[in-house]
């Protein structure tokens, strides 16, 4: 038999039936409705990516259908009776499956007539192709080619049609609750078989971080639906035998369990070597430690400096140097960290660094002699330690070569927030070179020289920087920093406009694809009254002489505030919220919130350290909502305050205490440490930013109103620049009491 | 060709024996009548030769060499008619077939001239281009046979061929089996015993799983002292004469 031709007569068999044709057509219109009526944060988003993921649930189910309907119907008419007593049925299985996908692919195609030109007119100079087809051809066409596979697969293997459609009606609602419970169990993005974990898409920037793990989600998923698939073939029934004698009797033919090991083994391979999260153990909420990162909007923050209990006060860093160059073609950072050390114990010691877990230290000289760096099993917080043995001598001069690609943390979310690819580089602190927990010299110097691509703008967060010169295409930078701490940074088609607030020279650092907008929008006047309100309520920002406010793509979903820089999100750069003299409805997406937000950091949570404790949720989200909150109303009017901040915080309190591990807190026990942990998460999130602003708004109305709490605030900052305020501090600046603020507990959390 | 069948059992999961130490030899050119009650083990007789079904105990020669290793062989030189069967609905007579020369590995320059022979063959000329859910059961009996006829198969095995043919349908094609018989092996199960008569060189009688009688319909004739085979068949169904 020519396969091709037998191949090719079973795709026209299929393209002449009405049935096949009007699944076809209805998935069409399917895409073309959905495309039609998505809304998203971005363009990309609503116009191409949302649409997508829509069209994929229910393509996935309509094919699911068209699928049981192909193999179950030719079973119940008897015309496998005349098929297969000509045909090896694996053959013939395999052809209709494969003319399946055919469909499938004609149905993409075809509705690509529509999505391709929409997605174009709707998204203009924010088209990316590789987002299209990332969106269409991956997610869309992939769902639709897994759940064929996975149908024929099931309908195969139990050989009744109930079973099969029950078990992929579940996959696909399992898919959907994937999605639902992202932020509290944080799945793995392996999982979403049917749309991906993939969201936020930005116009502005690639989205190839996203891009990646939509491809290792379907490389992942891909070997997953043919192993079924292939067992599902392994055990078609023959010679009237029942499963397992089909199974063995199929199994003679050495293909079908050769390949169904095969698969297996790649998706295991493909779970295991998954390359763009760590496999951080889950970071419980640390409590008494400095807050690097302010970090809002997501739910999620993170904690990674002032953690001095395992400082290793043996040795002492004197110098350190590091000189990295980052590979956008590639997509690694390489680099040589050189450490000046001196051993205070005069004997044999160890130096641990600390890399991302995507990083391998390549070379380790001690004293100019090659040693062996050891890695650590264990990963915790976006770091993998490495160990380096060190003699005995005062002082040592410790080489690595390191480099590799960018893994994110796991523990925290699944969306790839950190990489490098041509357009988009974002390396947190935990990636630019090896850091150690050894003391350091008061006076430590770490210089570091950075080479870029010359068409990326870097923003380093908070560091003084330098243009060396341009080589090949690279440019090098350097700067200084003052303690053990690494710098982060993000790169871009930045454009930077200057203004004057507050005392202080302000960067605004925003997507070069922004220009008209920003412009338009006139985003500086919001920032620049803001920076000059916090400033007059609760004094100069005397730590800085200039801040930055950085646009970061939409996948970050919100922004933080670290260093000297003020970071958000580009969706909340939408026109409509920078006007409100125009328009009844000033902020339609909350975007001006998140703005001001993460301005108020630079006073609470960046000046000055509001330490959390373990019985309040007091921290620098509490002060800083309640000082948006406060700037908004006298910017906007108490209406509008009042209606996007009291409202909501009340709302998202109730949804605390009703929450069923409040009501129940002996059941976190019960959990795995891994959703216990991101249970709390969950509350915490709700408590630093709804129940404290509300315990706030409480002592405000203690103290007799607005003024009187803003001026104890003003006093507790300007008292406590560069140092840590407690909960405590705050209630005894107030002349309050715990018992007449708090309205939710968590100690028994 | 020749195809024999060695104390063949076959025994269905519930313990019921379709068949029961059957041996036969059956050799090209021949049409093999296969007779019998409902429920005598035609149809999984029929399963074992097309490989549909294995046998409990017991095997079957193709040419010397057991059916089992040769099952890729067997189907290339096959054409099967089962009792039961569906169609492509929505395909034309002339689709379908084209579909069917595909699996059965027509040489594909001679599809369409071999596609015009078995649609003269089963007289379906002038529904060459109609759906087969048009057609009636008789014309959709016809595009069956067509099917098995394609490509000139070595072997053809036809499973109640006739049943929902009118009376000068059956008669056409009782002779197109005979025609064909010249040359090939053509085993025919039916439950028509006029058209064993008029068509089969030789019959093969089966009930509850055994064999009752092989030979030509006139030995049986003969030995049952019967003027007509259907008498011969209820005499040896029975045990007596039919008044």
Sequence with gaps: MNPLSAFSHEVRRMLRERLTLLFMAVTVAITVWFCLNSSGTTAVDAYILIPSKYSAFLGALLFTLLTLVQFHRDYRNNTDNIILSYTNPIFYHLRRTLSLIGMAAITTLLSSVFTLPYALIKTGAYFQADTFFASWYLIFFGALTLSILLTSGFYMLFKRVEAAFIIMIGLIILSGLLDYHRYDLNPSYLLFWVQTNAEDFSDLVSNQFQIDTIQWNRLFCFPVALGVWIFGLSSIRRYGHGFLSSFIENSRQIWPPVSLVLTITLAGICWSAEPIFDNSIPMDLYVGKTEEVQDSGTGLFTFSFGDDEDENTELLLTDKKADVTIDTDNRTLTGEAVYSIENLTGEKQTLSLALNPGYTIKKAKVNGQEVKAIRDGVEQNNEATWYIDIPADKLTTVEVTYGGHIENNRSLSQTPWSGICREYVRIPRTCFSPSTNISAVEDLAFTWSLRLDEQLVPEFSGSLVEKLDTINGKVRWSGTENDRRNISLTAADYHTKTFEAGGLTIDFIYFAKHENEMANMDAIKVMKAAIDYFTEVYGPLVYRDHLAMLELPATFSGGYAAGNTSAMDETHFAAAGFLPGETDNPDNGSGIDTIIHEIAHQWWGLATFLKTDDHSYWSAEGVTCYSTYRFLEHYYGQAYAKERFIDVWQRNWQTYENAFYVQHPDYLAKLSKSDASNVMRNLQSIGLYNIMPLQILQAETALGGSEALMKKLSELYQNNLFGFITYEDFLSTTGLTEEVLNIAQKDNL | ?243
């Design chain 2, 1 to 243: 060709m020749k195809i024999e069948l060695k104390e063949l059992q076959k025994t269905y999961k519930g313990g019921k024996h379709a068949l029961k130490n059957v041996s036969l030899t059956l050799t090209s050119p021949s049409l093999i009548g296969l007779v019998g009650p409902n429920g005598a083990g035609k149809s999984t007789l029929m399963k074992l030769l097309t490989t549909n079904l294995l046998p409990s105990s017991g095997e079957i020669l193709l040419d010397g060499i057991p059916l089992v290793k040769q099952e890729k062989k067997l189907k290339a030189g096959l054409g099967y008619l089962p009792q039961e069967f569906g169609l492509f609905e929505n395909l034309t007579t002339t689709q379908f077939l084209d579909y069917m020369s595909a699996l059965k590995c027509v040489d594909e320059r001679g599809t369409k001239s071999e596609i015009d022979r078995v649609i003269t063959l089963t007289h379906l000329q002038e529904k060459r281009g109609a759906k087969i859910r048009t057609l009636s059961g008789g014309q959709k009996q016809r595009v069956g046979i067509a099917q098995a006829l394609l490509g000139d198969p070595r072997l053809l095995i036809f499973d109640e061929p006739t049943v929902g043919l009118d009376p000068a349908e059956r008669v056409a094609f009782r002779k197109l089996f005979t025609d064909t018989a010249k040359r090939r092996l053509v085993i025919l199960s039916t439950h028509i015993i006029e058209d064993v008569q008029s068509a089969c060189d030789h019959i093969i009688i089966l009930n509850n799983g055994e064999i009752l009688y092989t030979g030509t319909p006139e030995n049986l004739i003969n030995e049952k002292n019967a003027r007509s085979l259907e008498e011969a068949y209820m005499i040896l169904m029975d045990g007596r004469k039919i008044a």
